[in-house]
């Protein structure tokens, strides 16, 4: 999150201008009585306020935002039923960690690891565990953390002195960085080159050693859509074993993957089935379909989770292994999980994410039409392409595209790629459940609206390309 600091004039009690703000039909019965001044911006008000005041106050305010369900640059869900809305109220205010006060919550929440243990091909679905968390962030945290321990634990002889790293690509979300530094581990990051936009099996098993905790494989690059061959690098990784003895486990941060490719693409293997896959994580709250914020952190077995990690509390007077970072939490979102798990059941996933996949697909191929862009994804892995300007195209960039479309209400992101790719600046759209064939055929008539006046254009308008869009991965 963002630190935010203080405005420069906290201290100042004068905001005359304050009382002109407020809305007098915002008052009780009426209109002018002791309508005297809004609460102040930045410190406490000296009284309270009424809760139709307090609330319309805030409301008008978050207008302001843009709307989520025309954000296209977030994988996290925009909508669900009203009736897993109403669940969710109802459930809001119990505490996720108190599993001995609310034991239903906590089976919900068992049943969960267990239909992910089976989704995802556990060799013995009773026998994996898993977990809960506020999201992929966590969940990465404690798989990270789980690689390490286990490392550290069979080279006890030269930990602490060695150091041990982490091979990933450099397409990785930034939660991975952050374990990476919050836990004194090297990121071996290895960069984009040419067309290859993600982690290859190949330069997996160069970089590793006898001080490798893990590979990271990505099932869906938050940069362009596309899945990491998790089958070829854990072939590398065997290959890699027969030759050195180092044997290095797969964690398989399948954030919004995991969740698509057991329905959709069911020939695909990257998950328990293959034995060097120790660990997956996935978030609820994207293409599992949950409000934010809930994710999901399995392990084959509890071999692959070293005991001193797990915490153990009190549970119907019996024991409740726990693992996580953070502690009180709502049990809103894992209720949510598991009605839209009741809900929609395998069918009803693939019907909803093969829905996602087409409207990507279709959109990216409207949008390649049109002869201004150039497509690097096609929809065809998760709903989710990235696309750039043509070759011939000089009028405008990305960035242009993208403040413009923001005008008329889209949030699409444009954004540069890492290293080795710093040349290459693309426009991403993510479809999600809610992102229907009217709204992408509404976003394309924009886009057509647009396109003649971004081709008259002299040059590209965009000098800082950083400050460009407010979108950052």
């Not at 898993?130 to 321990?149: H, I, P």
């Not at 990784?237 to 486990?249: F, M, S, Y």
């Amino acid at each position: 999150m963002p630190l935010h600091k203080g405005p420069a004039d906290l201290a100042s009690d004068a905001e005359p201008a304050r009382r002109l703000s407020f809305n007098p039909f915002y008052g009780e019965a009426d209109p002018v009585g002791g309508m005297t001044e809004a609460p102040p911006r930045h410190k406490l008000p000296d009284g309270p306020t009424a809760p139709m005041s307090a609330y319309q106050l805030v409301h008008d305010e978050l207008m302001l935002d843009g709307n989520s369900r025309l954000n296209l640059a977030t994988f996290v869900t925009t909508w669900m039923e009203p009736q897993a809305a109403v669940l969710m109220g109802e459930c809001r205010d119990k505490n996720m960690i108190d599993k001995d006060e609310y034991p239903r919550t906590a089976e919900l929440e068992r049943r969960c690891v267990a239909m992910l243990a089976d989704l995802w091909n556990a060799p013995d679905p009773s026998a994996a565990v898993g977990c809960s968390t506020t999201g992929s962030s966590e969940a990465c945290m404690l798989a990270g953390m789980a690689l390490k321990r286990r490392w550290a634990k069979r080279n006890a002889d030269r930990y602490p002195g060695a150091r041990p790293n982490l091979v990933m690509g450099v397409n990785v979300q930034v939660c991975w960085e952050k374990f990476c530094n919050f836990w004194e581990v090297e990121a071996r990051l290895v960069p984009m080159q040419g067309d290859r936009f993600h982690l290859d099996a190949a330069t997996a098993a160069e970089l590793c050693d006898e001080n490798t905790i893990g590979v990271v494989a990505v099932l869906g690059s938050t940069f362009d859509g596309s899945y990491e061959p998790v089958a070829e690098i854990c072939a590398a990784l065997d290959e890699l074993q027969e030759r050195t003895g180092i044997d290095v486990p797969v964690h398989v941060d399948g954030a919004s993957g995991a969740m698509i490719a057991p329905f959709l693409d069911k020939d695909l293997v990257w998950d328990f089935r293959l034995p060097r896959v120790a660990s997956i994580n996935t978030s609820g709250h994207k293409y599992g379909l949950v409000y934010p914020g809930v994710g999901w952190a399995l392990w084959r077995s509890p071999e692959e989770l070293p005991e001193e990690l797990v915490f153990r509390v009190n549970y119907l007077g019996g024991d409740m292994p726990t693992f996580a970072l953070n502690f009180s939490r709502p049990g809103a979102q894992v209720v949510a999980q598991y009605y839209t798990f009741l809900r929609l059941g395998r069918a009803g996933y693939r019907a909803v994410q093969q829905t996602s996949r087409d409207v990507a697909r279709d959109l990216a191929g409207r949008i390649e039409a049109l002869g201004d862009f150039r497509l690097l994804t096609r929809g065809d892995q998760l709903p989710v392409f990235a696309f750039t300007t043509a070759p011939d195209v000089t009028a405008f960039d990305v960035f242009d595209v993208s403040r413009r479309l923001r005008e008329a209400g889209w949030l699409v992101p444009a954004y540069t790629f890492p290293a080795d790719r710093e040349d290459l600046s693309v426009l991403r759209i993510v479809c999600r459940n809610g992102f229907s064939t009217d709204l992408a055929n509404l976003l394309v008539e924009d886009l057509e609206r647009l396109l003649p006046e971004l081709r008259r254009q002299p040059h590209p308008f965009t000098d800082d390309k950083q400050a460009a869009t407010s979108f950052h991965h």
